[in-house]
C-alpha cells in the first residue's frame, strides 16, 4: 500500500546539513516507526513520503520552511547570571526552558561576568536539511493508533496502557 495519512510507516534515514556533515541517522540502530500525519516528522518529510511504498528509496532537500523554521535573532538573549543558582553552566550546554511558548530547548552560546547568552532557537533552525529515506514497511494504523496520534508497535516499546 501507499503511504498516506493514518497509515504506520517504517522508514531508513539518513539526514546532513547542506555541506554533508552528518545530523542523525537511523541506520546504526532500529528503523524509524511513525503515523503519517501525526506531524511527528517535519512537515517536508511527511510531504515527500506521501504515496511512496515499501522499497522506494529517495534523497530530498528540505529548506528551512518546511523543517525547523528559520532563525529568529530575538531568540537569542542576554539572562542574569543570577537566574541559573547554582548551575555549572558552559557555552554550548542545553537544557529546558519555560517560556510563554510552552517548553523550549535551550541552548548556552555564551557566558561572561554578568550575563548568560542564550538561543532559545531550534538547533536545526536556518537549516536546509538532506534526507537520504529508504521505505521499509507501510501498514494501515488501528483505530487505536489514530486515536493515540501515535503507531503501538509489537514490543510496545516505549509505550504503555
Ligand atoms: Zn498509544
Redesign the pocket.
Known amino acids: 500500500m501507499n503511504i498516506a495519512k493514518d497509515t504506520v510507516v517504517t522508514i531508513h534515514f539518513t539526514v546532513a546539513s547542506s555541506d554533508g556533515t552528518q545530523i542523525d541517522s537511523s541506520k546504526n540502530g532500529e528503523p524509524m516507526v511513525f503515523l503519517q500525519g501525526s506531524h511527528f516528522l517535519i512537515q517536508g518529510l511527511e510531504d515527500e513520503l506521501d504515496g511512496k511504498t515499501t522499497g522506494d528509496k529517495f534523497v530530498v532537500d528540505i529548506a528551512p520552511n518546511l523543517a525547523y523554521g528559520e532563525r529568529h535573532d530575538e531568540l537569542v538573549q542576554a539572562v542574569p547570571k543570577s537566574m541559573f543558582e547554582e548551575m555549572d553552566v558552559n557555552p554550548g550546554m542545553t537544557f529546558r526552558a519555560t517560556t510563554d511558548d510552552g517548553e523550549q530547548s535551550v541552548m548556552i552560546l555564551e557566558v561572561n561576568e554578568e550575563d548568560v547568552i542564550v538561543d532559545g532557537n531550534h538547533p536545526l533552525a536556518g537549516m536546509t536539511l538532506n534526507f537520504d529515506v529508504e521505505v521499509l514497511d507501510v501498514r494501515e494504523a488501528t483505530e ?2 489514530i486515536a ?1 496520534g ?1 503507531p ?1 508497535t509489537e514490543d510496545g516499546s516505549g ?1 504503555t ?1
Open positions: 487505536e493508533e493515540h501515535h503501538h509505550h496502557h
